[in-house]
């Protein structure tokens, strides 16, 4: 019988080592669990200011609190480390099935610390944990690995985290996969995880989660899959998948497009989740764990010059980075593409996004064929895609700029190449035009691994299903503030989707079920969490947790330099007008973003000079001792 | 009169992808009145809490639609949407 917290595994790979410590139950009730108390790790573990790519850079695995569980949705694995593409604080996820493998073997957390002589991959088989050679992997992709591991342990059914050879070769934005297809994509932790020659980490566990209070949960368990299942949403998220959203994307000026100089195009048909049914692509949905929904993909092209190809995806992100954003609608080529990423250990938003902005810069003339080995690059140009993420991978020729992320690559490149490199902090954007989308634009700024929704996910602005005007009713007063143009009440919409979604990560729900979906409210959640752990927590509680959650992970950054210049939006989207919106809310200008920063610093109770949260805040979430560090450092606001 | 283009799929009415016509109607029509009609020919049964009406883009909410007042050149979208991220 495994706790519901699990204990947690720390691996020395310099010093060949591994040890178990149980997990502190203050840590629980303070920070949930995933997400949460790996953010506490990496703060107690991390020197400020140490190599993103050298040894002392801790690499945290967190499975959901809940994962392993009868909660549905509850299968996201987070990994946590300092960012290499950004520098600041990262937490990525994945789905997939990694973490209740991990709760199985009885571990909630998994800390790598230091760098192997070789490569190694772990082995974890419930209390036995070998660190073995992998120097037979080392160049292999992803797919190839995970049989290859699987094989050599005789046990198909383990579960294996794995880089590709873009985390080898330290590509900033690899990814590390979980069964196969599952990314924690964002900001380079496969990067981090091949600086540490550790290839994959293999687990088997043979034991059942117990929460505190068994029929409590069951109890609990059931309600939210029957809430979830009853939210006007869940039939189409099931049958299309996240890439069925495309068209409400395009339809409200948002599908970011030709490296965001569009927003919208005529018929986007052919890259939606939709027409991936209705064409006879999708081979198969499959579920994450204790997942109701299954809206993962696995996409085949049996006919054409790319026969053959199979994958997980396209998402959404997917569709658009590889796709829309790179001017191409050709259904098959964006596959091809998704499997290239996908097995080469590579996050598709930005390797998408850096394409883009070579292609843009191309036609600009700020790069010519001489930098790109000959060859031209054309808008649409599928071959150059494909070509350019094996390059990317493999850091060969242009591809090893291109692999240093968009914003080192423009300060190579040079001259205005810096206005169309759509990034925040270093991280690529994420595909939706924020110049359309107003709560998604302030919660990219202030995102602290940088400018994407996978920390706060503000879907409900759009305001399409009932759900979603009820939610944001909730939370501003009105309903009249479901509008993505608007500006208005943004910070109010950001701070508890902030807090939510802390509390979604560290619990391990997907985020799907709680910001997308909203059959999982925090009600629900707090009810989970006081089942499965025994202690008595209200919604109030949990999302002050999450609070906890999201300013510590502000203070990480704050520890390491940020201040309020940091946040901030890509050049293009705060100097260029939606061209498909011309209108004058189309733009995220320097005077809106500063506005709503102003509202969403005061309401947490931070410094609108520099940021920084002030001793009273940071008292009131919880941290008195990181208030203590930070006013060492002259950083208390 | 004045045109309207509008844009209609994405799932309603059996048609998988959005359908672009343009439209000429009185000055003066609404979105309702516009969306009466549209729906009238394709279909006569729609599950109103997963559509997106729009106007150049921006959702019209159910409230808003009667007192809508459409102008020459507007974009009508009228689409199924679903979640995603």
Redesign the interface.
Known sequence: MRTIAGDTLYVNLTEGRSWREPVDPDLVRSYLGGRGISARYLWDLLRPGVDPLGPDNPLIFGAGLLSGTAAPSSGRTTVTCRSPATGWYLKTSGGGHFGAEMKFAGYGHLVVLGRAEHPVYLWIDDDRVEIRDARHLWGKDVRETDLAVKRELGDEDIQVAVIGPAGENRVVFASVMFSVYNAAGRGGAGAVMGAKNLKAIAVRGSGVVRPAKPARFHEVALAARESLLADSGAAGLAMYGTSGSLNLVNEVRALASYNFQRSHLDDVYTITGQYLREKGYLKRTVACFGCVIGCHRYSEVQQGPFAGTYTGGPEYETFCALGSGCGTLDTEAVIKANELANILGMDTISAGSVIQWAMESYERGAITRADLDGRELRWGDTEAITDLLQKIARREGFGDVLADGVKRAAERVGGESYKWAVHAKGLEQSRVDTRSAKAYALAFAVNPRGADHLHTETFAEFGVSPEARALIAKITGDEKYANPYCNEKRAEIVRWHEDCYAVTDALGFCAFATTALYGITPAIMAEAFSAATGYDVSEEEIMLAGRRIVTLEKCFNVREGATREDDILPWRLMNEVNPDRPEPDAINSREELDRMLDEYYGLHGWSLETSWPTRDTLEHVGLPGVADELEKMGRIG | MITVRV?L???IAGI???E?RDMRVEEGTRVQELLDTVLRDVTDEIDW??V?V?V????V?DRERSGWVLTDGDVL?I???????
């Open positions: 844009r799929g994405g799932g998988p992808h959005v672009t809490s997963s997106l729009a150049n883009g921006r959702r909410g979208s689409i199924r949407v679903m979640p995603g991220g």
